[in-house]
């Protein structure tokens, strides 16, 4: 060890190692020389709340892929709770509480209810949210009878906080925001089910022979991850004042792109929250100074897939 | 845990980095030009690039005068809201802004309005007044113009096939309950299938073809849109169903060709209103007022007037 | 025998040093034709970096290397199988899904004139080598639905398929039965014969003693000796090796106390056929056999791993039902399976997790979160019991040597204070000193009055460290040896179908 030391090794490492960070830092120092309006209180904040809804979806998605496996139906069950939430409220004469909590615990079931199928039925996790996506999907035109269910006025006022309050200067939904994530982060760092994630992504018949039960805990992350969209799906309608089965269609693409980019490995077993954080922020800075500088869309697209190719290529020399 | 650590530490010093900046810098940029911004729903149909391609020759006429800037929803309402938010940052000196649905931009365009950035919304308006100018023609009353065409075209009454555009969106409910509005009261015609076809042309022609063989009398295909008319009008070819009454919306070029050729019935242009536009976002900036609604006046295209209409070099 | 005229490999002064690593210092080694040279040395000696220099895979710092008395340099591994240097390494590398045939010619497709791949030429060539080999199967089926022997076999007709001059075999052995390890060597006669240089490298002295002309020993990165094989012996090798007089290879006598029964299993069946046997404390009960006997499907059903059909298990004389591994942790049994890469190690996490995985619960309060101090204190004492030599608990288990991944396995199950510990091939792949530590842990074990079942394809090491030994064929238990029946011969005699 002691011989490896030197300038160029030392920064060769540290680049290894936080390249997303630097990456990170690069787009935002790029950023504020290229545009004046972009570092404005004002516009990082916006940008922080229009990275919030992705952001929550892409903690729940990095605890799925820690596991090794994919959840392709987070836009799908946003658009489910939100119709539902919006349904309730408008149609159901529920107050804001109970159809909360309704909403967080439909999201929970349909996750769970991924979860039983991938465990029970023996099935890749791609293929049976494959399938949910599009059920769930349909089952949100179905309920909400393809029509967006406008709350307007009706909106709750606890609601209306949560899309669109503040708190000091912080918008509601970045506080949401950091709260999953501060609270994902300890989760994986610090407890049992963070090291159980990490063991059956890494290795999931070294995991079962170790004790664990591969399949209960499996069944627990897509839960999680189907209460992360919900939150996500009530910050949606708070914003919007609209559940619309439309509404997240495509989400789960931004949400494994940022999950990528922060360096987690589809093959299970090795990422962390904080990378997806940073990937997150990255995609919503991108988005945010390409628009700032006035650049065509259909650039814009072309260049995000480029930073999916480019972030993958730096966390694949790192590891 | 080292490295992690690290990482961690890393946000959190990238925040307070960014706080400090923030709270040290503030914007200061000279312009001379006026700048405009368009907020477009969605660039993947070839009507809403038309209005795009549109908007930028009416600039172009005024050039000196107008910088412009334009974003892409993607279809999509949040990150549309993220674009007007971040034309505002950009600080535009007016928005014109295509919504993709009503309810959801309202709170944004209210933001920006209150902010005193004059507003124009186009083709779709938001649900409160806090809009300076609307410019846009009657989706609904477009599905009634179709509902009567079709009524008058079938005079013996019928089976009438109804492709829809993207479920739940606005455009799609007005343009069907306009039509419904007038066919459902005619006691000879029932709609006897109805199917979404997201205004593609591609799935239009798949779900024609389903109908062909579930079902062996059409008479009508009332389609949302042009696209969609012309990719049923292909599976009534391969089918060699002839007769049958097939009528679109939006006018597009293609679309009146067909209708040259004998195959279209008819179609209702759908006038994007992207010239008048930017007449009217001049005339705000000159101080001059300005009605609040403006409505562009659809135009049903049959044989009998498509040559008044169909201009070859036309884009859309 | 020899030819004397210049060397077909010379390796002249080859130095290569990792971050934190010395690995080679100025090493030395030739090679002539028609010769066959071992490499022994413990993991780590440097044996491996060394070939995998002459093979392409690292770059040496310093030295050179000169085949057929030319420097050559070959900046990756499809340079040096050009210029005809094979290497078949121990974690094979083959492509599960294609046909045996498409693995023995993968990278360089027999094509015909069109450029297409020529099936039946390719199944031809093929069918030849596999003969050569002494192997009697249709090259167009699957290599995944091989069994590991045969799969290894395959390796090696993949570097025939190229006409290698010079062929590396890294631990060849280390899956193959007595029989098949017999055709190697057949095997690898002939291609001496046909003036190919090989180089082999093993654990497993007795065979470097049957096949080799001269041995060449390693240790901590530099040349320690080489040997004519004939003028040398077991234990001057082994001191060698381990750089220290060896004694007690295999620590203690091994004395029966009488014990409680700790496991008795009824009639326990799976796939195979029912097995009853009973495991007292302080006993290590070994398991011989061939491979496919059988032996690891009973350890399965056993841990719960694997669904049983009928049969019962009694711990400490009450009835249990395990039906998973939760199950059996919870009982206190623990597992170190045969596969510690694939089924045991959690290759990307560090030792630390690693140790404490299946006992995470004891170091958390309130339930759930995890304090992390006390997990670390108690993961450090094994660190030091078990003589576990890393940089700290941090180091990723992927970079450890075989021997230390093994120990920190053992670390995991006596933090989770297993009474009963299922080893089943715990000494494979590892190197002498590392075994000799083995040994003495479970000698350790023993004392403390744990019940220890040692499965093992070793022979010697099955008859010097069990106190009983239950034989293993297609299947079934056939024979219970202790006491003066517990010899080599006598397990063999028995594991191949004998009564």
Redesign the interface.
């Known amino acids: 060890?002691e011989?490896?030391f030197g300038i160029k090794k030392i920064i060769k490492r540290i680049w290894e190692?936080?390249n997303i960070?630097l990456g990170?830092?690069v787009l935002?120092i790029f950023s504020?020389l290229v545009?004046?309006?972009?570092?404005?209180?004002?516009?990082?904040l916006?940008v922080m709340?229009?990275v919030s809804?992705n952001g929550i979806i892409a903690v729940g998605m990095t605890f799925v892929i820690l596991t090794a496996g994919i959840d392709l139906s987070v836009g799908a069950i946003l658009a489910m709770v939100g119709c539902l939430c919006a349904g309730l409220l408008k149609f159901g004469g529920l107050g804001f509480l109970p159809v909360l909590f309704i909403g967080l615990g439909a999201g929970l079931l349909m996750g769970m209810m991924n979860g039983l199928v991938i465990t029970k039925g023996k099935i890749q996790p791609f293929i049976v949210t494959l399938a949910t996506m599009t059920s769930i999907r349909g089952l949100a035109?179905l309920y909400?009878k393809?029509?967006?269910i406008?709350?307007?006025e009706e909106t709750p006022s606890a609601l209306l906080f949560l899309g669109?309050g503040y708190v000091g200067p912080i918008p509601v939904p970045v506080l949401l925001f950091l709260s999953v994530f501060i609270l994902s982060?300890f989760i994986l760092?610090?407890?049992?089910?963070g090291?159980y994630v990490?063991?059956i992504g890494?290795?999931e018949?070294?995991?079962?022979?170790?004790?664990?039960?591969v399949d209960f805990f499996k069944i627990v992350v897509y839960s999680l991850s189907g209460l992360f969209v919900a939150v996500a799906s009530v910050i949606?309608i708070g914003?919007?004042?609209?559940g619309?089965?439309?509404?997240?269609?495509?989400y789960e693409l931004n949400a494994i792109a940022a999950v990528v980019i922060g360096g987690t490995s589809l093959m299970g077993?090795?990422g962390?929250v904080?990378?997806t954080?940073?990937g997150a922020v990255i995609l919503g800075i991108l988005?945010?100074i390409l628009?700032?500088l006035?650049v065509?869309?259909?650039f814009?697209q072309i260049l995000k897939g480029g930073i999916i190719i480019i972030a993958v290529l730096l966390s694949k020399r790192r590891s | 845990m080292l490295k992690k650590v690290f990482l961690f530490k890393g946000i959190l010093i990238s925040f307070f980095l960014v706080g400090l900046i923030v709270f040290s810098s503030c914007q200061k940029a000279e312009k001379k030009k006026i700048l405009i911004g368009f907020s477009q729903s969605t660039m993947i149909d070839p009507w809403r690039i038309n209005m795009l391609e549109q908007m930028k020759d009416a600039v172009k006429e005024h050039e000196g005068e107008i910088d412009f800037v334009f974003t892409d929803g993607q279809n999509d309402n949040i990150k549309q809201i993220s674009d007007v938010e971040d034309l505002f940052s950009r600080g535009i000196d007016l928005l014109i802004i295509s919504p993709r649905e009503a309810e959801p931009l309202t709170s944004v365009i209210e933001r920006v309005f209150k902010a005193g950035i004059p507003v124009i919304t186009l083709d779709r308006n938001i649900t409160s007044d806090s809009y300076t100018c609307f410019i846009g023609a009657s989706n609904f009353r477009i599905g009634e113009g179709a509902g009567r065409l079709m009524t008058s075209l079938l005079e013996k009454g019928g089976q009438v096939i109804e492709i829809e555009g993207i479920l739940g969106a606005t455009p799609t409910i007005d343009r069907s309950d306009g039509f419904h509005s007038v066919i459902d009261s005619i006691p000879g015609i029932q709609v006897i299938g109805k199917q979404p076809a997201d205004y593609l042309r591609e799935p239009a022609l798949k779900i024609m073809e389903d109908f062909l063989q579930s079902q062996p009398r059409i008479d009508g295909v009332y389609a949302h849109n042009d696209e969609m008319a012309l990719g049923a009008l292909t599976a009534l070819k391969a089918e060699d169903r002839e007769g049958v009454v097939v009528i679109g919306i939006d006018g597009q070029k293609e679309a009146f060709e067909s209708i040259m050729a004998g195959k279209l019935s008819a179609t209702f242009i759908y006038p994007n209103g992207s010239a008048q536009a930017i007449e009217i976002a001049l005339k705000i900036l000159k101080g001059e007022k300005v009605p609040k609604n403006i409505e562009l006046k659809s135009q049903m295209v049959n044989k009998s007037n498509v040559h008044l209409f169909y201009k070859p070099d036309s884009y859309f | 025998m020899k030819s004397q005229n210049s060397p077909l490999i010379f390796l002249s002064g080859i130095t290569k040093s990792f971050p934190g690593v010395q690995a080679l210092k100025a090493v030395d080694l030739f090679l002539h034709n028609s010769e066959v040279l071992g490499l022994v040395g413990e993991n780590g000696a440097g044996k491996s970096t060394l070939m995998k220099i002459l093979a392409g895979v690292h770059h040496k710092d310093e030295g050179h290397i000169y085949f057929h008395g030319e420097k050559i340099q070959f900046r990756n591994p499809y340079e040096a199988i050009k210029a005809g240097i094979s290497t078949v390494y121990q974690d094979l590398n083959l492509v599960e899904s294609m046909d045996i045939c498409e693995n023995i010619f993968l990278g360089h497709f027999l094509k015909t004139s069109f450029g297409l791949i020529d099936q039946k030429r390719l199944m031809a060539e093929s069918r030849k080598i596999l003969g050569k080999l002494g192997l009697d199967i249709d090259p167009s089926i699957p290599v995944s639905r091989l069994g590991v022997a045969q799969k290894q076999m395959v390796e090696i007709a993949k570097a025939l398929a190229v006409k290698a001059e010079v062929l590396i075999l890294d631990e060849p052995s280390a899956t193959l039965t007595e029989k098949e390890l017999k055709n190697l060597f057949e095997v690898i006669i002939d291609l001496k014969n046909e003036k190919m240089g090989i180089i082999y490298i093993s654990h497993q002295l007795d065979e470097i003693f049957q096949i080799s002309d001269r041995v060449e020993v390693l240790r901590d990165g530099h040349v320690v000796d080489v040997k004519e094989t004939s003028k040398t012996n077991r234990e001057e090798l082994i001191s060698l090796m381990i750089g220290k007089e060896l004694k007690d290879f295999y620590p203690g006598e091994q004395i029966l106390k009488k014990g409680k029964v700790i496991l008795r299993v009824e009639k326990l069946q799976g796939e195979e056929k029912e097995a009853s046997f009973v495991l007292k404390e302080g006993e290590i009960l070994g398991f011989a056999g061939l491979v496919g006997s059988g032996r690891t499907e009973l350890m399965r059903l056993l841990f719960g791993a694997d669904k049983k059909r009928s049969g019962k298990i009694f711990h400490r004389g009450k009835e249990v039902k395990i039906n998973s591994p939760k199950k059996a942790v919870k009982m206190g049994f623990g597992y170190l399976p045969e596969e510690r890469k694939t089924q045991a190690l959690l290759l990307e996490r560090d030792v630390k997790e690693n140790m404490t995985i299946a006992s995470i619960h004891r170091y958390c309060f309130p339930p759930g979160i995890i304090k992390r101090k006390k997990e670390e204190s108690e993961a450090r004492k094994f660190l030091q019991r078990l003589k576990i030599k890393i940089p700290g608990l941090w180091a990723k288990t992927k970079n450890l040597s075989g021997g230390n991944q093994q120990k920190v396995l053992l670390a995991r199950w006596l933090l989770s204070n297993s009474q009963l510990i299922i080893f089943d091939e715990p000494t494979r792949g590892i190197d002498i000193g590392a075994k000799s530590e083995i040994y003495r842990l479970l000698q350790d074990l023993k004392e403390k009055k744990k019940g220890i079942i040692l499965v093992s394809s070793d022979l010697e090491e099955v008859v010097h460290v069990c106190d009983r030994v239950i034989v293993m064929d297609r299947g079934e238990l056939v024979k219970v040896l202790e006491g003066k029946d517990k010899k080599p011969e006598k397990i063999m005699h028995f594991a191949t179908g004998g009564v």
């Not at chain 1, 018949?205 to 039960?213: M, Q």
């Open positions: 060890m011989k490896s190692r936080y960070l990170l830092v935002f504020s545009s004046g309006a972009f570092l404005t209180a004002r516009n990082l916006n709340r229009q809804i035109f909400s393809g029509r967006p406008v709350l307007g669109e982060s760092r610090r407890t049992v089910l090291r990490y063991a890494g290795n018949e070294a995991a079962r022979l170790s004790g664990i039960n949606a914003r919007l004042g609209v619309n089965a439309d509404l997240g269609l495509g077993g090795i962390t904080e990378g954080f940073i988005s945010n628009n700032l006035g065509g869309s259909f814009q």
